[in-house]
Structures are given as C-alpha cells and as structure tokens.
C-alpha cells in the first residue's frame, strides 16, 4: 500500500480481554515501531523492529504487552488481559533503514483502543 | 538515555506571524533529528529531516535547524496560517549502544495560529 496501514482503527474491549493490533508498513521498510500515545501525553516508545528481530523491547509496559513481526513485514502487538489503563492510542511506524542510515519515518492513522 | 525537550508546551500567535520552536536533545549520538506535526484525531506527518551532518533543512514556509554538539534544534515557520495549528514534535533517532534505531519524541509544542 502507499502509507502505514493500521487495524482496527477503533477497539473497544471489556477489562480483562485481549486484544491484538496489526500493523501493515510501506513495502520495502526494515524498520518498525510502536508507540503508545494516552490522551494529552507524548509519544511512548513501545518496541522496534529491525526486519524480523526486536533489538530494543525496552518500552513494552509489562508481560502483558508482547509483539511479533514475521516476513520482515507485518508487526502484531498483542495486549493481553487488558486493563483500563491500557486505553490510548497505539501508533506505527516504519522506515528504510538498513543499519548505518536514518531515513524518514513515517506513521499509521494509529489503532484507538478503548478499555471499558 | 536520550531524553527530548520541547519548548513552549504551547504558543498562541496571531496569523502572519514569524514562529521559532525549540527542540533539545541530550545524546548527541543521532542519526538524524525529524520534525513532525499532529492534527487531533490523526497520526503523524513527517515536516522535515535533518540527517547529523546537516545544520538545516527548508521545506516551503518551514525551516529546521540542527546544532547537534549543543544538543538543539529549531522550528522556524514564517507567516504562520490558522492552518498550521497543530501539534509540532521533534524526533531524536538514536545512533548508538542499546538504544540504536530509537526514536525519542518530545512532548511537543501546541500551536494555535487565529484569524
């Protein structure tokens, strides 16, 4: 596709359930990331991906939180036994990048996630 | 530990006017320093990239300027519209040790340009 696709756009989920969020980035892109962004807060850097391997897992939340990307393209961010605080938007991005360059980086529409 | 700074939280400012956002960054080791904007309800869209070797970049109305060794970076918007209210973040990519590849965001400047 042309952009950074994410789904579903909106998830609204009963305490406790799990969830999971995909991430589709531009073709071509090795790099991958996810952020968490909670109403009137920054950006939280989750995970990142470099193709297949996740060289900083540093951001995720806790061991409820867990993401995969095989292919070297589509990521899944899993969140399970959701709780309220858990509620924001959960954004990805991806980028050309092999090791050595930085390149512009470019964002999905984000999935909002709503623990009720 | 990288850690991004912006300032003002948030500007309000007349339509015509000349704007500057300020961006500091503590690590010095990046690969490059990106600007982005936020509308409400939206995902981001990439402004402008500085790679670490460049002092500035210019897109239109819009100019990012990057001194690395004292850790800045500025916004500059000239003749700023009702339509560049937004969200402005800027972006750290780090270079090295265990946070390669990092992306550090500031917590962003809020712009609000009236008629």
């Known amino acids: 596709g042309a952009g950074v696709s994410q789904s579903p756009s909106n998830k609204v989920t009963e305490k406790g359930k799990d969830v999971e969020l995909r991430c589709d980035p531009i073709s071509g892109h090795t790099a991958l990331y996810w952020y968490r962004q909670s109403l009137g807060q920054g950006l939280e850097f989750l995970i990142y991906f470099q193709g297949n391997s996740a060289p900083d897992k540093s951001g995720l939340p806790s061991d409820r939180f867990s993401a995969e990307r095989t292919g070297g393209s589509v990521s899944t961010l899993t969140i399970q036994r959701t709780q309220q605080e858990d509620s924001a938007v959960y954004l990805c991005a991806s980028s050309f990048a092999p090791k050595g360059a930085g390149n512009t980086i470019y964002f999905g529409e984000g999935s909002w996630l709503t623990v009720v | 530990k990288q850690e991004v700074t912006q300032i003002p939280a948030a500007l309000s400012v007349p339509e015509g006017e000349n704007l500057v956002l300020n961006c500091s960054f503590t690590?010095?080791?990046?690969?490059?320093l990106q600007w982005f904007r936020q509308d409400p309800g939206k995902g981001l869209t990439s402004l402008l990239l500085i790679q670490s070797s460049q002092r500035e970049q210019t897109s239109g109305r819009l100019n990012a300027s990057l001194d690395k060794s004292s850790g800045r970076s500025t916004l500059y918007i000239a003749a700023s519209q009702p339509g560049d209210s937004a969200t402005y973040l800027c972006a750290a990519l780090n270079a090295g040790g265990t946070s390669y590849g990092k992306l550090t965001f500031g917590q962003g400047t809020i712009l609000t340009v009236h008629p």
């Open positions: 690590d010095s080791a990046i690969y490059n």
